[in-house]
């Protein structure tokens, strides 16, 4: 049974920064695509980043510059780190496990966590 536990979520002011973690268990996590996604409040899911099974990034247009994905292999964990967050930011954020067909700039996944809150707002 596959398993990913987002933590790192919380309130925080414009401007400010937030590391999202994400436990796996359960699956080969060192040769996964893994990738974070994200629900805006009364918004379908979007797609954020991507890390995949050589370490390749990628992002979207809309946090290009100011996240950053990356993975710790031997911890199983993978993270995101938010600077310069703004309100469009504020959403619940998903750490997913996606297959190599699905693994490159879609939403698309095979399993996700339960999700972090992060809610920018001064």
């Known amino acids: 049974q596959v398993q990913l536990v987002e933590s790192g979520g919380g309130l925080v002011q414009p401007g400010g920064s937030l590391r999202l973690s994400c436990a796996a268990s359960?699956?080969?996590?060192?040769?996964?695509?893994m990738k974070w996604i994200r629900q805006r409040p009364g918004q379908g899911l979007e797609w954020v980043s991507v890390?995949?099974?050589?370490?390749?990034?990628y992002y979207a247009d809309s946090v290009k510059g100011r996240f950053t994905i990356s993975r710790d292999n031997a911890k199983r964990t993978l993270y995101l780190q938010m600077n310069r967050l703004n309100s469009w930011d504020t959403a619940v954020y998903y750490c997913?496990?996606?297959?190599?067909?699905?693994?490159?700039?879609?939403?698309?996944?095979?399993?996700r966590g339960q999700g972090t809150q992060v809610t920018v707002s001064s």
């Open positions: 997913a496990k996606a297959a190599a067909a699905n693994c490159y700039f879609t939403a698309d996944h095979d399993y």
């Open positions: 359960e699956f080969s996590f060192n040769i996964s695509c």
């Open positions: 890390i995949d099974r050589f370490g390749s990034r």
